[in-house]
């Protein structure tokens, strides 16, 4: 393949209001001599250019609905004009007192056919020069058809029909522009959140840089009640930030030095210093922004639906006009009223709402849940999530918090306690065990001396524990099964073992070869909220929820006890877990919940594949389907109540469109549908699904 077919370049469009509009202009693009392939993202006003093409070229591709385009790359601000200053709200102020005008005159009079003619040629100007220009091009869209019926309508005396279509048309325009408007600024809100400049300080100076001229490794001073303008490592001892705009979570969080930052929080209180570690366009923000564009751009199963339907509607529509046209004034006469019905027919015949219905649902309910901590990474997944009956859980930092403590301390021999930790700590700071960390932690918070515990020949003993000498005696830490290798186990401490596993600890024994001298608990965790999400899951209709996990059986018992898990399928290796998704699979949709990193296999085999924490991993982010942004699983229900809300608009427009259509051609039949009404219907299905779908945006928590 040449370079300039692998050349691709982002551009944004401005001015981008009708999904048919943006297939065209695709469609122009794609026309277009040094244009290998073009993709237009009609949620994110954004287009995707494979090969060459000046930005001049790409904008006369677009003239016919008067695009603006300019590189993705390119900082610009986007002007919001007042909707009353606009050029087409004035026009529409115009036509209305010219229409209110030539109906006080009389229909029929002359005053008014020329009042009704000035209503049309202002209220419908822009509308004639790209309806005109499609028609010789033999491009049939809703500008030309409007254009046709219009022209068709003052050309057999409707002066009257005419102008009213020219307003009708042009408020149903107008209104269908701003709710399209409304469904992108969850979007273009969140591109608004991190500030476009910060505080770094280089040598003794402290300058006000723009984030694109930052480089990793700089030192960000951030304010309280400042905003974070990138990410990277807090330097500080302590402060506390508000991650809403990222995580969806309510609560200010604490941060502490190593503790990572993300661009776009909210520094409460305390001084920050912060190491930068990622460059402007790589923060996590900017890639969610990426992300849930790029989200919006996949088609949901009911879109494709829609499209591959409205391709054969549309010139179905188109022939059945110029059939009605032609054959009935050749049979009875009365070309008049017979050309009068096919242009109703024409109009009314419009697919607008239809093709419409879906994208604009997906468009709201993907940035609603961007705003609220959720990132889904297409239309595909949303319409998945709403059908799931079941939901697997891995357990550890899932159901639980990730971080094991030590939870019992049970002195076998005559040790203190301080002891006990002191040589157990001293042993497991030299280890990468899992657990180790939980046991050098209880000894740091009991301020036990680990410079009076020196371990020498640390040695790890694989999948059983360590040992190493602590003051002159080979200590073993490690698991019953370590123990019971090398000496008869008591059967009171037995019971002792199976009582604490029995409540979802992990054991672990301290000793010589010759005695034991503790065991010691590690337990990770149930988070608080885990029992309230899975019985709002099953609220939810969830038919089965499970836990796949590796861990040991009594663990997983006691932890699904805990939240009210359905099922357990524990001491899995990740092939096996593959497998339980597999199975879960053959009865119904089936989710997966994990931390992204681990368990690939299974977040790929699963319906819909759910991260948590992605603010948090580049991994989630790039490997789920859904990635819950904050460490909190309650984001959950709130994606499948979003998903499913979403499913029910769809649903509804697409009835809606199709229910308004029928009845308007079914009026076609003796003559009663007017071009006004036709007009009236088929805007104002399209301004009724558009309306409709931004009900997502209430969608809430």
Same mark, same amino acid.
């Given at each position: 393949?040449?370079?300039?077919?692998?050349?691709?370049?982002?551009?944004? *469009?401005?001015?981008?209001?009708?999904?048919?509009?943006?297939?065209?202009? !695709?469609?122009?693009?794609?026309?277009?001599?040094?244009?290998?392939?073009?993709?237009?993202?009609?949620?994110?006003?954004?287009?995707?250019?494979?090969?060459?093409?000046?930005?001049?070229?790409?904008?006369?591709?677009?003239?016919?609905?008067?695009?603006?385009? &300019?590189?993705?790359?390119?900082?610009?601000?986007?002007?919001?004009?007042?909707?009353?200053?606009?050029?087409?709200?004035?026009?529409?102020? /115009?036509?209305?007192?010219?229409?209110?005008?030539? @109906?006080?005159?009389?229909?029929?009079?002359?005053?008014?056919?020329?009042?009704?003619?000035? %209503?049309?040629?202002?209220?419908?100007?822009?509308? +004639?020069?790209?309806?005109?220009?499609?028609?010789?091009?033999?491009?049939?869209?809703?500008?030309? =058809?409007?254009?046709?019926?219009?022209?068709?309508?003052?050309?057999?005396?409707?002066?009257?029909?005419?102008?009213?279509? *020219?307003?009708?048309?042009?408020?149903?325009?107008?209104?269908?522009? &701003?709710?399209?408007?409304?469904?992108?600024?969850?979007?273009?809100?969140?591109?608004?959140?991190?500030?476009?400049?910060?505080?770094?300080?280089?040598?003794?100076?402290?300058?006000?840089?723009?984030?694109?001229?930052?480089?990793?490794?700089?030192?960000?001073?951030?304010?309280?009640?400042?905003?974070?303008?990138?990410?990277?490592?807090?330097?500080?001892?302590?402060?506390?930030?508000?991650?809403?705009?990222?995580?969806?979570?309510?609560?200010?969080?604490?941060?502490?030095?190593?503790?990572? *930052? +993300?661009?776009?929080?909210?520094?409460?209180?305390?001084?920050?210093?912060?190491?930068?570690?990622?460059?402007?366009?790589?923060?996590?923000?900017?890639?969610?922004?990426?992300?849930?564009?790029?989200?919006?751009?996949?088609?949901?199963?009911?879109?494709?639906?829609?499209?591959?339907?409205?391709?054969? &509607?549309?010139?179905? =529509?188109?022939?059945?006009?110029?059939? %009605?046209?032609?054959?009935?004034?050749?049979?009875? $006469?009365?070309? $008049?009223?017979?050309? @009068?019905?096919?242009?109703? #027919?024409?109009?009314?015949?419009?697919?607008?709402?239809?093709?419409?219905?879906?994208?604009?649902?997906?468009?709201?309910?993907?940035?609603?849940?961007?705003?609220?901590? *959720?990132?889904?990474?297409?239309? =595909?997944?949303?319409?998945?999530?709403?059908?799931?009956?079941?939901?697997?859980?891995?357990?550890?930092?899932?159901?639980?918090?990730?971080?094991?403590?030590?939870?019992?301390?049970?002195?076998?021999?005559?040790?203190?306690?301080?002891?006990?930790?002191?040589?157990?700590?001293?042993?497991?700071?030299?280890?990468?065990?899992?657990?180790?960390?939980? =046991?050098?932690?209880?000894?740091?918070?009991?301020?036990?001396?680990?410079?009076?515990?020196?371990?020498?020949? +640390?040695?790890?003993?694989?999948?059983?524990?360590?040992?190493?000498?602590?003051?002159?005696?080979?200590? @073993?830490?490690?698991?019953?099964?370590?123990?019971?290798?090398?000496?008869?186990?008591?059967?009171?401490?037995?019971?002792?073992?199976?009582?604490?596993?029995?409540?979802?600890?992990?054991?672990?024994?301290?000793? %010589?070869?010759? !005695?034991?001298?503790?065991?010691?608990?590690?337990?990770? !965790?149930?988070?608080?909220?885990?029992?309230?999400? /899975?019985?709002?899951?099953?609220?939810?209709? /969830?038919?089965?929820?499970?836990?796949?996990?590796?861990?040991?059986?009594?663990?997983?018992?006691?932890?699904?006890?805990?939240?009210?898990?359905? !099922?357990?399928?524990?001491?899995?290796?990740?092939?096996?877990?593959?497998?339980?998704?597999?199975?879960?699979?053959?009865?119904?949709?089936?989710?997966?919940?994990?931390?992204?990193?681990?368990?690939?296999?299974?977040?790929?085999?699963?319906?819909?594949?759910?991260?948590?924490?992605?603010?948090?991993?580049?991994?989630?982010?790039?490997?789920?389907?859904?990635?819950?942004?904050?460490?909190?699983?309650?984001?959950?229900? +709130?994606?499948?109540?979003?998903?499913?809300?979403?499913?029910?608009?769809?649903?509804?427009?697409?009835?809606?469109?199709?229910?308004?259509?029928?009845?308007?051609?079914?009026?076609?039949?003796?003559?009663?549908?007017?071009?006004?009404?036709?007009?009236?219907?088929?805007?104002?299905?399209?301004? /009724?699904?558009?309306?409709?779908? #931004?009900?997502?945006?209430?969608?809430?928590?």
């Amino acid at each position: 393949m040449s370079e300039t077919a692998e050349k691709k370049s982002v551009y944004r *469009v401005q001015g981008l209001t009708c999904a048919n509009c943006a297939t065209k202009f !695709e469609q122009n693009v794609k026309n277009l001599s040094e244009v290998k392939e073009a993709k237009v993202n009609f949620g994110a006003s954004k287009l995707s250019v494979i090969g060459e093409a000046s930005v001049a070229e790409l904008e006369k591709a677009g003239a016919f609905e008067g695009l603006r385009v &300019y590189p993705e790359k390119e900082k610009r601000g986007i002007v919001r004009e007042p909707f009353w200053k606009k050029k087409s709200t004035v026009q529409i102020f /115009i036509s209305a007192a010219l229409l209110a005008a030539g @109906y006080i005159a009389g229909d029929g009079q002359n005053s008014a056919t020329i009042l009704f003619g000035l %209503t049309i040629i202002i209220g419908g100007y822009t509308l +004639f020069i790209k309806g005109i220009k499609s028609l010789v091009k033999l491009s049939f869209n809703m500008n030309t =058809i409007m254009t046709i019926a219009i022209l068709g309508a003052a050309a057999i005396g409707q002066w009257a029909e005419g102008a009213t279509v *020219v307003f009708l048309f042009a408020i149903s325009e107008a209104l269908e522009s &701003y709710s399209m408007e409304k469904a992108r600024q969850s979007i273009r809100s969140l591109m608004d959140v991190a500030p476009k400049e910060a505080i770094i300080r280089r040598g003794n100076e402290e300058l006000q840089v723009p984030v694109d001229q930052i480089a990793i490794g700089d030192i960000m001073i951030v304010k309280p009640g400042q905003k974070i303008a990138m990410d990277g490592s807090v330097l500080s001892e302590h402060a506390m930030v508000n991650q809403a705009a990222i995580t969806g979570e309510s609560l200010p969080v604490s941060k502490t030095k190593g503790d990572d *930052v +993300f661009a776009g929080t909210l520094n409460e209180e305390g001084l920050l210093e912060i190491r930068v570690t990622k460059h402007a366009e790589d923060t996590t923000i900017a890639r969610i922004i990426h992300l849930v564009e790029e989200a919006q751009a996949e088609k949901a199963p009911s879109q494709a639906f829609v499209d591959r339907f409205a391709k054969y &509607y549309t010139p179905g =529509i188109m022939l059945a006009a110029l059939l %009605t046209a032609i054959i009935p004034p050749l049979m009875v $006469g009365d070309w $008049g009223a017979w050309i @009068y019905r096919a242009l109703a #027919l024409l109009v009314v015949g419009c697919p607008c709402a239809l093709v419409i219905s879906t994208p604009v649902s997906i468009v709201t309910a993907i940035g609603n849940a961007a705003r609220n901590g *959720v990132l889904i990474k297409g239309g =595909i997944h949303l319409e998945e999530t709403g059908r799931l009956t079941a939901i697997a859980f891995d357990k550890t930092g899932t159901l639980t918090k990730g971080a094991p403590v030590v939870t019992d301390v049970v002195r076998i021999g005559s040790a203190e306690e301080q002891d006990i930790l002191g040589i157990a700590a001293s042993i497991e700071k030299w280890s990468e065990h899992p657990l180790a960390s939980a =046991i050098v932690k209880k000894a740091d918070d009991a301020s036990v001396d680990l410079h009076a515990y020196k371990a020498d020949q +640390f040695q790890s003993i694989t999948g059983k524990g360590a040992k190493a000498i602590v003051r002159g005696e080979m200590y @073993y830490i490690g698991s019953p099964l370590l123990f019971s290798e090398m000496m008869q186990m008591d059967a009171a401490v037995s019971e002792q073992i199976l009582a604490l596993q029995s409540q979802g600890k992990t054991v672990m024994l301290l000793g %010589t070869e010759q !005695e034991m001298t503790a065991l010691l608990a590690v337990a990770d !965790e149930v988070r608080s909220s885990s029992r309230s999400l /899975i019985e709002k899951l099953h609220s939810l209709g /969830i038919k089965k929820t499970v836990i796949l996990t590796g861990d040991n059986k009594a663990t997983a018992n006691a932890v699904a006890k805990a939240v009210g898990i359905d !099922e357990v399928k524990a001491e899995l290796m990740p092939a096996q877990k593959l497998e339980a998704i597999k199975a879960l699979k053959q009865n119904g949709n089936v989710a997966m919940v994990g931390d992204g990193v681990n368990d690939a296999p299974a977040l790929a085999s699963a319906t819909v594949g759910i991260a948590m924490g992605g603010a948090g991993t580049d991994t989630a982010l790039e490997t789920a389907d859904i990635a819950l942004m904050g460490d909190d699983l309650r984001k959950l229900p +709130f994606a499948i109540q979003l998903s499913r809300k979403t499913m029910t608009i769809i649903k509804e427009n697409i009835s809606i469109s199709l229910l308004i259509k029928v009845a308007a051609l079914l009026l076609i039949i003796p003559g009663w549908l007017t071009l006004w009404m036709a007009v009236f219907a088929d805007m104002g299905a399209t301004l /009724i699904v558009t309306l409709n779908s #931004l009900r997502l945006l209430q969608v809430k928590e």
